[in-house]
């Protein structure tokens, strides 16, 4: 009997933790850090194709072909560009820009790095970031 | 889009999202009542879960047990066209590494090593939990690094 608690005890253990890690690596994951450490260089933006043209603030969004979250991400970024006129992005694969993805040490996908006109890296995140923390990063680069 | 790419790759199967949390929602009922069991009834449910898995990993995701048990339910219970489809391939991937793990603990158990075991069936009851609870796969994260790392696309 005493076993049984025991095992019971360790089941509901196994769960909480794994809820517990899930809930924290979700709110990580929907964050947008303010990571102003690296930038991207004109042969850079050339190369995965993002013209910022009048746009303030750009986005880049590093994804691969099986990513399925990287749709929501699309999804995401498409919406704000077209609220937001002062905005642009585009989609690179991961496996066509090593790189990129070398030189940024971007090792999930997907991950989005938001940009000013110069190429400085002011947000990036690794997930499917919330639309509000991005619009606030692009708020605060504007 | 060429075509030495592996067909597994290349190929535009795709499942409904909600799939596989609903198979790892039935996985982790079926590992926790086991851990809770123990003994032969346990190490008989692990055994299930194993072919489970085996049977999603080589034969396709579309012939999975869960996945069929999941097709009856939409039916059944009309839930509707899927919110979203991703590609088999990452949550394949997943399986076969419950299959791995799984095939561990019935090794570990078959020499003896009940504890080694049991700690074996606690990780995949753990990722299988993660997956159900939060829609986190650990296995597909793993699958997507992997194709980059190999430059298999």
Not at chain 1, 107 to 134: Q, Y
Not at chain 2, 14 to 32: E, H, K, M, N, Q
Not at chain 2, 108 to 134: E, K, N, Q, R
Not at chain 2, 135 to 153: A, K, S
Request: aromatic residues 8%.
């Amino acid at each position: 009997m005493e076993a049984v608690i025991i095992r019971l005890v360790a089941v509901a253990a196994i769960v909480g933790i794994a809820v517990l890690v899930g809930r924290w690596w979700h709110a990580w994951s929907t964050q947008v850090r303010r990571d102003t450490s690296g930038r991207l260089t004109a042969r850079d933006l050339a190369a995965v194709g993002l013209d910022l043209g009048q746009a303030r603030t750009g986005a880049v969004l590093v994804g691969a072909r099986t990513c399925a979250p990287c749709d929501q991400v699309k999804d995401v970024l498409g919406g704000l560009a077209r609220t937001r006129g002062d905005f642009a992005w585009v989609y690179a694969d991961a496996a066509d820009h090593p790189e990129l993805t070398g030189s940024l040490r971007i090792l999930r996908v997907p991950t989005v790095l938001v940009v000013t006109r110069d190429g400085r890296i002011v947000g990036r995140s690794s997930g499917v970031p919330r639309v509000e923390a991005l619009a606030e990063v692009l708020d605060a680069a504007a | 889009m060429s075509s030495s790419t592996p067909a597994e790759v290349d190929s535009p199967r795709r499942i409904d999202v909600r799939g596989p949390r609903f198979g790892a929602t039935l996985t982790s009922v079926v590992l926790a009542t086991a851990i809770v069991l123990q003994g032969t009834a346990g190490i008989a449910l692990v055994a299930w879960q194993w072919f489970v898995f085996a049977v999603a990993t080589f034969a396709g995701l579309r012939y999975s047990i869960y996945g069929n048990v999941f097709r009856w339910a939409k039916r059944r219970f009309d839930l509707g066209p899927p919110p979203a489809t991703e590609p088999e391939g990452p949550p394949r991937f997943a399986q076969l590494c419950g299959f791995a793990v799984t095939t561990i603990a019935l090794v570990a158990f078959a020499v003896g090593a009940t504890t080694l075991g049991w700690v074996a069936v606690g990780i995949v009851l753990a990722l299988s939990v993660l997956l159900a609870s939060t829609g986190i796969c650990i296995g597909c994260e793993l699958y997507v690094i992997g194709q980059r790392w190999l430059g298999d696309r």
